[in-house]
C-alpha cells in the first residue's frame, strides 16, 4: 500500500478447513487425521454400525422409481390416441368385409363347428358335438363326394337330435360366442360381427406388444400393420377361432417381456395365465409357454432356486387356468383325455395315400377318416374312444411309409405352412374347406410374403440391441413343428403372423431413424 494511504477494506481472510460435523478448525490440532465426505476421494462410508453402512449403500445404489414428467404423460396420451384410430379403421375394415363380403355365405368347416357348438353351449346342452346333433347319421356324408361310398354303420343310422359331448377344439372360442348366443345373437352374421370386434381388440393388443418390445413408433406401426393385414381379418368373417389367437399372441409377447424384464410373482401370475387361455384357444400354444419362459433360467442375478421357482411357477398358474376343462373333459370321456379330442383325427386325415402321393401332399383328406370307427360290437362310442383309433390308423400308416414320410409329406407340410410349396394351390384349397375369397387370400399372401424380409431384419436389430429373441421365435418355432407332424394350413399360420407383423414393424420403425438421422442410426451386422 503506498503511504499515507489508508485501508479501506480489511484483509480477506481465506476460510479453515471444514470437519465432518461443519465447524471450522480454529487452528487446533487433535493428533488424527480428518474424517472424509462420504464419495470424496480416498474417503468412503463413515465408520460406525455395519447394519447403518449397509443401509446406506443398499440406499444410494437402489435405483429411484421412474419420474412421470409431463412430456411422458403427453408421448402417452398421442399414443393412445393414434392406436384408438387404427383400431377404429380395423373395426371399419371387419366390419365391411363381413357385410358386403361374406354376409349371406354358409359358414363351413370349422366356422361352422364354433358358430354351431356356441348356439348348443347357450340352449343349455353343453359342449356338444354339433354335427351329429344337427345331422343325425347324415353327418358322414357332408364333406364326401359321392356318398354312395359311404356305407351304412350304427353312426350313419344316429338321428337328428343325438347329443354327444365334445372336445373337438379347446372351448374359449365357443364360450365367448356363446355368451352373445345367450344373448340373442345366434345367426351366422351375428358370430361373424363378434369376429369382426374381437379381431379389431386383437389389433390394439398388436399395438401395446409392438409398445412393450420397442417403443411407441414400433406399437403404432404394428397395429398398423395388423390392421390391414388380409391374413388376419380374414378369419373374423368366416368366425374361426384366429380371431381371438391375434389378441392372446400378443398378450403373450406382451407378459412374456414383462417376465423376463421383470420375473417377480405378478409376472409369473400373468405370464401362466395368458399362456393358459392361449391354450384354451388354440392347443398347440401351450407348447410355446415353457419356451417363452425359459430365459429366466439364464438370469444371473437371481439364484438357481429362484429361477426353477419362477419358471415352474408359470406352469402350475397355467395348469391352474387349464384345470377347469380338463377336469371335465376327464369326467366326461371313457378315454383321457386333456385339452382335445382332435388330434386323433388329424393323424389319420393327414396320413394317407392321398396326402403322401396325391396332389394333397402336405395336406389332408377327410375321406382318409371313413369310416368313423365303432366298437367291438359295431355300437358307436364316444368321441375320445374314436379318437384312440384314429390316432391308431394315422401312425400306422406312417411307419408303414417312413421314407415318404420324411421325404415328402414333412417338407411340403412345412413348405404349405411358410407358403413356399405349391402357395395357390393352398389358397385354393383353403376355398373349399373354409369357404375363403380367393382375391383376399392373395393379398394376404402378398402381405406375408413382404413382413418376412422384414421380420428377419427387425429380429436382427434386436438380437445386437441384447433383446432376448425366445419369446418371440418360439411362436414360429412351434407353428413349424406342429405343421411337420401334421399339415400345413394357411390359417395355422395366424400366430406366425403376428410375431412377423411386430418384427417388422421394428424394423420400419429402425428405417424410419435411419432416413432421418443416417449418421448416428444403428446398422444390422
Known amino acids: ?161 343325438h347329443v354327444e359331448p365334445t372336445a373337438g377344439h379347446p372351448p374359449l372360442w365357443v364360450l365367448v360366442l356363446g355368451l352373445f348366443s345367450a344373448l340373442g345373437l345366434t345367426g351366422a352374421t351375428a358370430h361373424q360381427l363378434v369376429g369382426a370386434f374381437v379381431g379389431a381388440a386383437g389389433v390394439a393388443a398388436v399395438g401395446w406388444a409392438g409398445r412393450s418390445l420397442d417403443g411407441p413408433r414400433t406399437g403404432l406401426l404394428a397395429a398398423g400393420l395388423a390392421a390391414f393385414h388380409a391374413c388376419l381379418w380374414l378369419n373374423d368373417g368366416l368366425v374361426m377361432s384366429e380371431s381371438l389367437v391375434v389378441g392372446c399372441v400378443a398378450l403373450l409377447v406382451i407378459v412374456g417381456f414383462r417376465f423376463h424384464r421383470s420375473p417377480d410373482i405378478r409376472s409369473v401370475l400373468l405370464l401362466g395365465a395368458v399362456g393358459g387361455l392361449c391354450a384354451l384357444t388354440r392347443a398347440e400354444l401351450l407348447l410355446v409357454l415353457p419356451l417363452v419362459a425359459l430365459p429366466v433360467l439364464r438370469r444371473a442375478d437371481l439364484a438357481p432356486v429362484t429361477r426353477l421357482a419362477r419358471y415352474v411357477g408359470v406352469g402350475l398358474v397355467a395348469i391352474a387356468v387349464l384345470t377347469p376343462w380338463l377336469v371335465r373333459n376327464l369326467a366326461t370321456f371313457e378315454e383321457p383325455v386333456l385339452l382335445t379330442n382332435g388330434v386323433g383325427i388329424l393323424v389319420a386325415q393327414t396320413n394317407c ?17 371313413l369310416p368313423q370307427p365303432l366298437g367291438p360290437n359295431g355300437n358307436p362310442i364316444d368321441e375320445s374312444q374314436r379318437d384312440v383309433i384314429y390316432r391308431e390308423r394315422g401312425l400306422q400308416y406312417a411307419s408303414d411309409h417312413p421314407g415318404r414320410l420324411l421325404t415328402h409329406a414333412i417338407p411340403r407340410r412345412v413348405g404349405r405352412f411358410w407358403g413356399l410349396y405349391a402357395p395357390i394351390e393352398q389358397l385354393r384349397a383353403d376355398i373349399l374347406v373354409e369357404g375363403r375369397n380367393f382375391r383376399i387370400s392373395v393379398l394376404g399372401l402378398l402381405q406375408f410374403y413382404a413382413s418376412v424380409p422384414l421380420a428377419v431384419a427387425g429380429a436382427l436389430w434386436l438380437r445386437r440391441r441384447g433383446t432376448p429373441l425366445v419369446p418371440l421365435l418360439a411362436v ?38 435411419l432416413r432421418a438421422a443416417p449418421e448416428h442410426a444403428p446398422t444390422l451386422r
Not at 355365405?105 to 366356422?111: A, F, H, K, R
Not at 395315400?353 to 383328406?365: I, L
Not at 406366425?496 to 424394423?507: H, R, S
Request: proline share 9%; charged share 20%.
Open 1 to 161: 500500500r503506498p503511504p499515507g494511504r489508508t485501508q479501506r477494506h480489511a484483509p480477506v481472510q481465506q476460510p479453515r478447513p471444514l470437519h465432518v460435523d461443519g465447524h471450522a478448525d480454529c487452528g487446533k490440532r487433535t493428533g488424527r487425521r480428518p474424517r472424509r465426505m462420504a464419495g470424496q476421494r480416498g474417503g468412503g462410508l463413515p465408520r460406525g454400525d455395519p447394519a447403518l453402512r449397509r443401509r446406506k449403500l443398499t440406499m444410494s445404489t437402489t435405483p429411484s422409481p421412474p419420474v412421470i414428467t409431463p412430456k411422458a404423460t403427453r408421448a402417452d396420451a398421442r399414443f393412445g390416441r393414434w392406436l384408438a384410430l387404427l383400431v377404429a379403421a380395423a373395426l371399419v375394415l371387419r366390419v365391411a368385409y363381413v357385410l358386403v363380403v361374406e354376409r349371406g355365405d354358409p359358414l363351413s368347416g370349422d366356422g361352422a363347428y364354433y358358430h354351431e357348438a356356441a348356439n348348443l353351449l347357450a340352449d343349455g346342452l353343453g359342449f356338444t358335438e354339433p354335427y351329429r346333433y344337427l345331422h343325425g347319421g347324415g353327418q358322414e356324408l357332408l364333406f364326401v363326394d359321392d356318398p354312395s361310398a359311404v356305407l351304412p354303420t350304427a353312426n350313419t343310422a344316429l338321428p337328428v337330435g
Open 353 to 369: 395315400d392321398a396326402t403322401y402321393y396325391g396332389e394333397k401332399q402336405g395336406y389332408w383328406e377327410f375321406d382318409c377318416g
Open 476 to 513: 414360429p418355432l412351434i407353428g413349424t413343428l406342429v405343421a411337420a407332424l401334421t399339415l400345413g394350413a394357411t390359417r395355422y399360420r395366424v400366430p406366425t403372423d403376428v410375431v412377423m407383423v411386430l418384427l417388422a414393424a421394428v424394423a420400419l420403425a429402425r428405417l424410419r431413424v
